[in-house]
């Protein structure tokens, strides 16, 4: 049995030279124990082909398909359900993983089994080049989910006992953009908690299309999982500023929000 089940959802992302170095960051993993399932979520220019073609020579990689678009949330728990693996790792399609990701994440939790879930640090860049990063909480904390997420949902690793205890991820309409923010809370409800090494293990593509505006009715989305996660947490009353955040920045200006971003 591997030791790792590292999981992935693509859809629609025919595009070699941002699919290939994805696959292959894990595949040439230092870390080597590991199989690696791969759900196409019913994509329709070519993507199953094109992964198929590029993992065909590595029986570590497991290939599975949806008949029709069904979201991330749902993708990650087909996969989720073939998985093996004592932990399960996430990792994106645009994404690129450092070679030693992976053994880094594995002895940390092997080291420290007060923690359920471990993330890192993250590169960012684009199609031209590296242009910043991503520095996250060490120690996350409650208080912490007020702002976001506290983890890169591409970063991490977890047991899969504690995934099997969150029965995966939540699909609903409410969650299709925010599924990986629903289940840190819940998982952090739980009593249960995770760690961030602080070292830049994983490369995160921002690029210029990122930084368009964000459909408000997944604003609205994101509030009502902050709502329902806060509660949870026992963050309110405080919570009810922090749950309106994604509204009111949905109503700002995109070139204010962009020069902000740049400064970040």
Known sequence: ?????????????????????????????????????????????????????LTKHDDRVILIRNKKNMGLAKSLNNCFELARGEYIAR???????LLDRLEKQVV?????????????????????SDWGYREMPQYP???????????????IL???????ALEGYRVEKETLRCEDYDLFMRLYAMGL???????????????????KRRKYKY??????????GFKMLHLMPIGLFYTIKPLVVGLIPQGILEIARQKI
């Open 158 to 164: 977890i047991r899969k006992s504690v995934m099997k």
């Open 108 to 128: 940390f939790l092997d080291d420290n089994s007060d923690y359920d879930l471990v993330g890192c640090n993250a590169i960012l860049f684009d199609e031209k």
């Open 91 to 97: 990792m994106d399609a645009d994404d690129i993983s």
């Open 193 to 211: 908690k995770g760690h961030n090494i602080q070292e830049r293990l994983l490369k995160v593509r921002v690029d210029h299309d990122a930084y």
């Open 219 to 228: 604003r609205i989305d994101e509030a009502k999982v902050r709502f329902r």
């Open 141 to 155: 904390e409650k208080n912490n989910f007020l702002f976001g997420p506290p983890f890169i949902h591409p970063s």
């Open 1 to 53: 049995m591997p030791r790792i089940s590292v999981i992935m959802g693509v859809y629609n992302s025919n595009n070699e030279k941002i699919v290939k170095p994805a696959i292959n960051s894990i595949l040439d993993q230092t870390y080597v124990d590991l199989e690696f399932i791969i759900c196409d979520d019913g994509s329709t220019d070519g993507t199953y082909e094109l992964v198929k073609s």
